[in-house]
């Protein structure tokens, strides 16, 4: 079993109270993530991790530190940003029970419980900044580069005849009522 992610633990294996910690860097061997950012194929990804021997497996826990890179969701500027992910699992001796992690031939392979940690800890809706405006929805451009004049929305020509309505029809409507009864 071999592979940036591997690590050997033969040292700690059935021996419970036992204690390994290790800090390496791999390069990511793929691109994890699909939506607007991911972490790219060979990114640098440091892990601190602590291996455990108790009486079930090796219990694995630690922390994966990368960066991430795409586009902000709302106007498509390009980001890049640091992620970090805390993980735990317990890789399981080889028995009878099946489990999603075991210790094979005196190892144990981080790498999917790394990439998952991560790509669920990628942003589903990214943005440059938390308040970025987004894209003109008229011209198309960046509403954070926009210097022109700002531009009034094209009016609905259902209510062109509302543009006129000022509030200062409200105060005259109640003197030509009342000059209208006395009149009367």
């Given at each position: ?47 601190d ?13 630690g ?26 699992e317990l ?76 509030t ?17």
């Amino acid at each position: 079993m071999t592979g940036p992610f591997v690590i050997r633990v033969k040292d700690i294996v059935r021996r419970p109270g036992e204690m390994r910690e290790l800090r390496f860097e791999v390069p990511a061997p793929e691109k994890w993530g699909e939506g607007l950012v991911s972490v790219e194929a060979g990114v640098p990804v440091d892990i601190d991790v602590r291996l455990e021997s108790v009486h079930e497996g090796i219990l694995v826990s630690g922390s994966a530190d990368a960066e991430y890179a795409g586009v902000c969701g709302r106007c498509l500027t390009d980001i890049a940003e640091g992620l970090q992910v805390e993980f735990q699992e317990l890789f399981a001796y080889p028995g009878e029970e099946a489990t999603d992690f075991e210790v094979q031939d005196d190892h144990v392979d981080l790498e999917t419980l790394v990439r998952d940690a991560m790509v669920l800890s990628l942003p589903f809706q990214p943005v440059c900044q938390p308040d970025c405006p987004g894209l003109d929805p008229a011209t198309g451009e960046r509403m954070t580069e926009s210097t022109g004049p700002e531009q009034r929305e094209p009016l609905d020509p259902r209510w062109a005849a509302l543009q006129d309505y000022t509030t200062d029809h409200d105060a005259e409507a109640p003197r030509l009522r009342a000059e209208n009864t006395e009149e009367s």
